[in-house]
């Protein structure tokens, strides 16, 4: 009995010693220890530079087990355990660990020299190119130019093609599966502004007011368009619309026919265009229906791959214009940041989000962007920017043009989106264009940068909706709100430090070598819609990352992006090449990718979704 005793005795001793020593040990050891740390010297880095861009991914989860593990993630204990060891393993306690003595960025708005846009516009008219008829053999998308020959000519009017509208939205909701491109339109405004726009091309004392005046156009839910609801991807949100954002108001003075809202990625918080709102449901890709079409502009993408208007208005914080652009055979413009107005758009993630167009062709990008693009009282990061210019348009050399080319970074795709690429690339050079290697330090840190800024923005903005509706939030969008609570304020400054850090990088060491950088648009195709992710969607960060690869450097630094369809796959889905720019210098990509546009000229493929108003 007493060896019993002194044993227990023994034992509680331990145990008593081992608690103080745990406890000693969680009160007195710093979270990182020096060696954890990376610090970095402000305009110097790593040489040589080491590609390390990630491909750590979560498992993927969808249907009743995603449902659960989201329920788990935005528990206690999951903001404990469960939250921070994701980020770990996503390498996002990357941005924890570095020691930057930048000054931080909050707005990629870069400083440029000579004058400043007094807000006049740029003419586009000159971009209207000669009346042409369609090859029988081959496709294009119906353009600007095609409305502008036809309602001049009178062979068609406004509300000639409004009814046309109106008959292929309908249709487009008896479909099996439904397309979803358009998820409000009213028959009545349709009507309105088409009859207003054909009045003035009957009228005598009446002009057109634009080259898009009676042009179809949609604009994406994130926008705010009267009459209709300003639901931004939810199911939860029913604000009606009482005021016009900037570039739906420029659309209605320029006479376009706003046929309707278009669908998105809930909240634009993903890559895919999955939505499983009741008020939306998910976007089908027009090239195959049993595909996604990217996001979060999912639906302005939809919508002008399926022929419903020529020209979309989409929004950009992480790739949302440039993802679906190239899954959907379309050509996306992300402008410099500060070049559009954001004033009306749903404030989510406000040091990143670009407003753009979505087109089918790239004179139709120019037109928008001289159209829409230019300072505006309403948003003050458009206040300081150089006058719109289309400057060098119709060139038909890129002579004396360098191009940059990081090879490992491009070739991380697959080996279909690569050769297609490479192909496009040769045609460039082609074009008497010069290819420079060039190195881009840092892409795994702009990579966690960007996710931590337009998460963090996000989590700010959507604190409410997260408080009061965190179970009508798709799965995949509350393990993205409750991975944002674990980001701290060092954690946002830092990402902001190292904004700074890449737009040097990118002014002195690769813009003072190249005029724009090439890359693939996306590392894949578009994926592939299963059933099981209809209900409860899906999150497969793999796919994000594969998605994203591209484009997280535009949103961070700001600088301007195009997409431009450049062929198709095996499957017969769509590859886009991606051109960037230095700030500022938007009529450049442009240039080029009206060039590189003839490289695919004769072999576009037609949708199997196409409604064709003009024949």
């Given at each position: 009995?007493?060896?019993?005793?002194?044993?227990a005795g023994i034992l509680?001793?331990?145990?008593?010693?081992?608690?103080?020593?745990?406890?000693?040990?969680l009160?007195?050891v710093?979270?990182?220890g020096?060696?954890?740390?990376?610090?970095?010297?402000p305009?110097?880095?790593?040489?040589?530079?080491?590609?390390?861009l990630?491909?750590?991914a979560?498992p993927p989860?969808?249907?009743?087990?995603?449902?659960?593990?989201?329920?788990?993630?935005?528990?206690l204990i999951?903001s404990w355990?469960f939250?921070?060891?994701?980020?770990?393993?996503g390498?996002?306690?990357?941005?924890?660990?570095?020691?930057?003595d930048?000054?931080?960025?909050?707005?990629?708005?870069?400083p440029?020299?000579?004058?400043?846009?007094?807000g006049?516009?740029?003419?586009?008219d000159?971009?209207?190119?000669?009346?042409h008829?369609?090859?029988?053999?081959?496709?294009?998308?119906?353009s600007?130019s095609?409305?502008y020959?036809?309602?001049?000519?009178?062979?068609?009017?406004?509300?000639?093609v409004a009814e046309?509208v109106?008959?292929?939205l309908?249709?487009t909701e008896?479909?099996?599966p439904?397309?979803?491109a358009?998820?409000?339109?009213?028959?009545?405004?349709?009507?309105?502004?088409?009859?207003?726009?054909?009045?003035?091309?009957?009228s005598?004392r009446?002009?057109?007011?634009?080259?898009?005046?009676?042009?179809?156009v949609?604009?994406k839910e994130e926008?705010?368009?009267?009459?209709?609801?300003?639901?931004?991807g939810?199911?939860?949100?029913s604000?009606k619309?009482?005021?016009?954002?900037?570039?739906v108001?420029?659309?209605r003075?320029?006479?376009?026919v706003?046929?309707?809202?278009?669908?998105?990625?809930?909240?634009?918080?993903?890559?895919?265009?999955?939505?499983?709102?009741?008020?939306?449901?998910?976007p089908?890709?027009?090239y195959?229906?049993?595909?996604?079409?990217?996001?979060?502009?999912?639906?302005?993408?939809?919508?002008?791959?399926?022929?419903l208007?020529?020209?979309?208005?989409g929004?950009?914080?992480?790739?949302?214009?440039?993802i679906p652009?190239?899954?959907?055979?379309?050509?996306?413009l992300?402008?410099?940041?500060g070049?559009?107005?954001?004033a009306g758009?749903?404030?989510?993630?406000?040091?990143?989000t670009?407003?753009?167009?979505?087109?089918?062709?790239?004179?139709d990008?120019?037109?928008?962007?001289?159209?829409l693009?230019?300072?505006?009282?309403?948003?003050?990061s458009?206040k300081?920017?150089?006058?719109?210019?289309l400057?060098d348009?119709?060139?038909?050399?890129?002579?004396?043009?360098k191009?940059?080319?990081?090879?490992?970074?491009?070739?991380?795709?697959?080996?279909?989106?690569?050769d297609?690429?490479?192909k496009?690339?040769d045609?460039?050079?082609?074009?008497g264009a010069?290819?420079?290697?060039?190195?881009?330090?840092?892409?795994?840190?702009?990579?966690?940068?960007h996710?931590?800024?337009?998460?963090?923005?996000?989590?700010t903005?959507?604190?409410?909706?997260f408080?009061?509706?965190?179970?009508e939030?798709?799965?995949?969008?509350?393990l993205?709100?409750a991975?944002?609570?674990?980001?701290?304020?060092?954690?946002?400054?830092?990402?902001?430090k190292?904004?700074?850090?890449?737009?040097?990088?990118?002014?002195?060491?690769?813009?003072?070598?190249?005029?724009?950088?090439i890359?693939?648009?996306?590392?894949?195709?578009?994926?592939e819609?299963?059933h099981?992710?209809l209900?409860y969607?899906?999150s497969?960060t793999?796919?994000?990352?594969?998605?994203m690869?591209?484009v997280?450097i535009g949103?961070?630094?700001?600088?301007p992006?195009l997409v431009?369809p450049?062929?198709?796959?095996?499957q017969?889905?769509?590859?886009g090449?991606?051109?960037?720019?230095?700030w500022?210098e938007d009529?450049?990509?442009l240039?080029?990718?009206?060039?590189?546009?003839?490289?695919?000229?004769?072999?576009?493929?037609?949708?199997?979704?196409?409604?064709?108003?003009?024949?």
């Amino acid at each position: 009995m007493a060896e019993a005793e002194l044993i227990a005795g023994i034992l509680s001793t331990i145990l008593l010693c081992l608690l103080v020593i745990v406890v000693c040990w969680l009160l007195c050891v710093r979270k990182h220890g020096q060696s954890a740390l990376i610090r970095r010297e402000p305009g110097k880095y790593e040489a040589p530079i080491k590609y390390e861009l990630s491909h750590q991914a979560l498992p993927p989860l969808n249907g009743f087990l995603l449902r659960m593990v989201s329920y788990l993630y935005t528990s206690l204990i999951g903001s404990w355990v469960f939250v921070p060891s994701s980020l770990k393993r996503g390498h996002f306690d990357l941005i924890d660990r570095l020691v930057l003595d930048e000054v931080p960025i909050y707005q990629p708005l870069v400083p440029f020299d000579g004058p400043v846009s007094d807000g006049s516009d740029v003419s586009v008219d000159d971009l209207i190119i000669k009346e042409h008829a369609r090859k029988e053999d081959s496709f294009r998308f119906e353009s600007i130019s095609d409305y502008y020959h036809k309602y001049r000519n009178l062979e068609l009017t406004p509300s000639d093609v409004a009814e046309k509208v109106i008959e292929a939205l309908r249709d487009t909701e008896e479909q099996d599966p439904q397309l979803r491109a358009i998820v409000q339109w009213d028959e009545k405004e349709i009507r309105r502004m088409a009859t207003e726009s054909t009045k003035r091309f009957e009228s005598r004392r009446a002009q057109p007011l634009s080259v898009l005046d009676g042009v179809p156009v949609c604009v994406k839910e994130e926008l705010s368009c009267e009459p209709y609801i300003f639901r931004v991807g939810t199911c939860f949100r029913s604000k009606k619309c009482m005021e016009d954002a900037t570039i739906v108001t420029k659309l209605r003075k320029a006479g376009a026919v706003i046929i309707g809202i278009s669908n998105m990625h809930e909240l634009g918080m993903g890559t895919t265009g999955n939505n499983v709102s009741r008020h939306h449901r998910t976007p089908r890709n027009p090239y195959n229906v049993n595909h996604y079409t990217g996001g979060s502009s999912s639906g302005s993408a939809s919508a002008v791959a399926a022929g419903l208007c020529p020209v979309s208005i989409g929004t950009d914080g992480g790739g949302s214009v440039r993802i679906p652009a190239a899954l959907c055979g379309l050509v996306g413009l992300k402008g410099t940041f500060g070049r559009f107005s954001c004033a009306g758009c749903a404030p989510l993630a406000f040091t990143v989000t670009h407003i753009g167009p979505l087109c089918g062709n790239v004179r139709d990008a120019a037109i928008m962007y001289g159209m829409l693009a230019g300072p505006d009282p309403k948003d003050l990061s458009t206040k300081w920017q150089p006058p719109i210019t289309l400057e060098d348009f119709e060139k038909t050399s890129l002579t004396g043009t360098k191009m940059g080319i990081y090879t490992t970074y491009f070739e991380d795709a697959s080996s279909e989106v690569v050769d297609i690429c490479r192909k496009a690339v040769d045609f460039l050079e082609e074009q008497g264009a010069e290819l420079v290697d060039i190195e881009m330090a840092e892409l795994e840190e702009i990579r966690v940068a960007h996710i931590v800024a337009i998460l963090g923005e996000f989590r700010t903005g959507l604190k409410q909706d997260f408080a009061e509706h965190t179970r009508e939030l798709s799965s995949e969008n509350a393990l993205l709100l409750a991975t944002a609570t674990q980001f701290t304020c060092d954690a946002y400054v830092t990402a902001n430090k190292q904004r700074a850090r890449s737009i040097s990088y990118l002014q002195d060491h690769v813009f003072d070598k190249v005029d724009v950088i090439i890359t693939p648009a996306t590392g894949v195709t578009a994926p592939e819609i299963h059933h099981n992710h209809l209900k409860y969607g899906f999150s497969q960060t793999s796919l994000t990352l594969d998605l994203m690869r591209f484009v997280s450097i535009g949103n961070l630094t700001g600088i301007p992006c195009l997409v431009v369809p450049v062929g198709y796959d095996s499957q017969g889905l769509p590859v886009g090449l991606q051109i960037m720019g230095r700030w500022w210098e938007d009529h450049v990509i442009l240039r080029i990718g009206n060039i590189l546009e003839r490289f695919a000229e004769g072999h576009l493929r037609k949708p199997q979704v196409y409604y064709d108003y003009l024949e």
